[in-house]
T-cell receptor
Framework: AQSVTQPDIHITVSEGASLELRCNYSYGATPYLFWYVQSPGQGLQLLLKYFSGDTLVQGIKGFEAEFKRSQSSFNLRKPSVHWSDAAEYFCAVDRGNYGQNFVFGPGTRLSVLP | KAGVTQTPRYLIKTRGQQVTLSCSPISGHRSVSWYQQTPGQGLQFLFEYFSETQRNKGNFPGRFSGRQFSNSRSEMNVSTLELGDSALYLC?????????????FGPGTRLLVL
């Protein structure tokens, strides 16, 4: 089945440590890829997106993500996590013109230790 | 530009009632999508409107309906509320940027059905 997976339900890191959140998708063609962040009780904020071109994309708040076609992955990274990064992170894909085109992963909750 | 706005932010209803939620997209955006977010099911796509026409629809019962006005504002309606309709309802306005489309989300309406 076509899907978006985020293998880690919950990740805990110490403030200042590096972070990598994993995202894999299973679609025939390369979709458009996104990462969103959601703080408790809030809407989703766009961190970054990949449409084409350079496979390493920079986003807001110091985040970056790398698209790897061979692994069908779009992992989110940050070199040094801040306490304010504690939130839920969603990977999403837009399959273009394939019916319900925008599909979200289940999310990864990030906790940050002081 | 102002972001996506949703009203009301919080609602409490009882079973059997109906509810109408409103969403105003970012100025100039003509596409509006609605999502339901629950702890158990995650983010689920309800429907998308573009230029007053429903363009896509998710797998929700007919009790969930929507519409879009000529100014791109959108409403969604849920009739005969059930306890399971308690959720955060998110609206997103979508715009084409290059080869793909990007969604920007509002803060959501939290609905509690008693």
């Amino acid at each position: 089945a076509q899907s978006v997976t985020q293998p880690d339900i919950h990740i805990t890191v110490s403030e200042g440590a590096s972070l990598e959140l994993r995202c894999n998708y299973s679609y025939g063609a390369t979709p458009y890829l996104f990462w969103y962040v959601q703080s408790p009780g809030q809407g989703l904020q766009l961190l970054l997106k990949y449409f084409s071109g350079d496979t390493l994309v920079q986003g807001i708040k110091g985040f970056e993500a790398e698209f790897k076609r061979s692994q069908s992955s779009f992992n989110l990274r940050k070199p040094s996590v801040h306490w304010s990064d504690a939130a839920e992170y969603f990977c999403a894909v837009d399959r273009g013109n394939y019916g319900q085109n925008f599909v979200f992963g289940p999310g990864t909750r990030l906790s940050v230790l002081p | 530009k102002a972001g996506v706005t949703q009203t009301p932010r919080y609602l409490i209803k009882t079973r059997g009632q109906q509810v109408t939620l409103s969403c105003s997209p970012i100025s100039g955006h003509r596409s509006v999508s609605w999502y339901q977010q629950t702890p158990g099911q995650g983010l689920q796509f309800l429907f998308e409107y573009f230029s007053e026409t429903q363009r896509n629809k998710g797998n929700f019962p007919g009790r969930f309906s929507g519409r879009q006005f000529s100014n791109s504002r959108s409403e969604m309606n849920v009739s005969t509320l059930e306890l399971g309709d308690s959720a955060l309802y998110l609206c997103a306005s979508k715009v084409r940027q290059g080869p793909g489309e990007t969604q920007y989300f509002g803060p959501g309406t939290r609905l509690l059905v008693l």
